[in-house]
Each structure stands twice: as C-alpha cells, then as structure tokens.
C-alpha cells in the first residue's frame, strides 16, 4: 500500500511499543488500516473513515505522546520522589496552559492533532470535539491531582537547606 512502515508492532529490547507509540504508529497507518478493515468488512472500518474519530484519534497521539515522555522522565537512578513531584507538577501546569490554549483554538502544542485539522474541510476544530477534548484535559489534571499529593512544600529543606527561612530559631 505503499506505507513506510511493515508491521503495526514490533518486539525490540524485550519490550513492546509503549501506547503513546502504538497510537502514533497507528494513525500514521490509519488509511492502510482503513482499507484492511473494509476489506475485511469489520465495522470499526467506519471509525476509520469518520473525521471525528480522526481527531480524537490525532489529539490522544499527542497526549499519549507527552505522557510517555513525563513517564521516561520519572525512571533513571537520578530519579527521586522530589524530582518526580518538581516534574509531575510541571506537568500539571502544562495541562493547565494546554486547556487554556485550546479554550482560545491555539492547537499548536498539538502538532498531530493540527495536522488532522488542517486536512479537514474546515480548519478550526468544530466545537463538540473541541469540548470533549477541553473535559479531557480537565479531568486529565483532577485524576493527577488525585494520585499526586501536592504535600512536598514540608520537603524544601532537602532540596536546598540554605534557602529555608529559619525565623526566630537562631
């Protein structure tokens, strides 16, 4: 069919394709696994040929994309519970600003999902998908929120002991 790729997943070093790059491999396939799926006559064909589906699709690449790269950063011998709490509250400020910048159609920290929009008839993101996809980063942020305490600030003093404020104790 003419695709860069031969297979959807590989085996390598032991491990699969993580999600995050199991998604973008499939929605670089997605015309090939379209005309696989029709050709078998599977129903999910018609998810594959349906622009909503496709954006939904192009916007989870993305997401699933950052997720993988904050999970690699959490893992390393260097990794300590204070740096995963530095970085997952990054990250918690970027869902933010990605909410934020959605609520005012700037898709740019979306590059698949822009692509998707921009091969569209219309190029601005129709608005139910854009809500969907604004509840999803919301809740994306609450569900961190939830299996992240945020009760580091008592820990400072390990990161940098010249910098707390000793007050009367001296």
Known sequence: MGAEHTAL?????????????VLKRMFKLRHEVFCFLNGENHSLADSFSNK??????????????????????????????????DKVNAFLRKLELW?????????????????????TDNP????????????????????????????????NWIKNPFKMFLGHHL
């Not at 997943?9 to 790059?21: C, I, N, P, T, V």
């Not at 989870?60 to 950052?66: A, G, Q």
């Not at 999803?136 to 009760?151: I, Q, T």
Request: proline fraction near 2%.
């Open 124 to 155: 601005v993101l129709p608005m139910d998908i854009k809500s969907c996809l604004l509840y999803h980063l919301m809740m994306l942020k609450v569900h961190f929120g939830k299996y992240f305490c945020n009760d580091f600030d008592k820990f």
């Open 52 to 85: 909503d589906f496709l954006l939904k699709m192009a916007y989870l690449t993305d997401i699933f994309e950052k997720l993988n790269i904050l999970n690699t950063s959490l893992q390393g011998n260097e990794a300590t519970v204070l740096s995963w709490n």
């Open 99 to 119: 909410r934020n910048s959605m609520e005012s159609d700037t898709l740019d920290m979306f590059p698949t999902l822009v692509s998707m929009v921009q091969d």
């Open 9 to 21: 997943l590989f085996f390598s070093d032991a491990q699969w394709l993580s999600r995050g790059k």
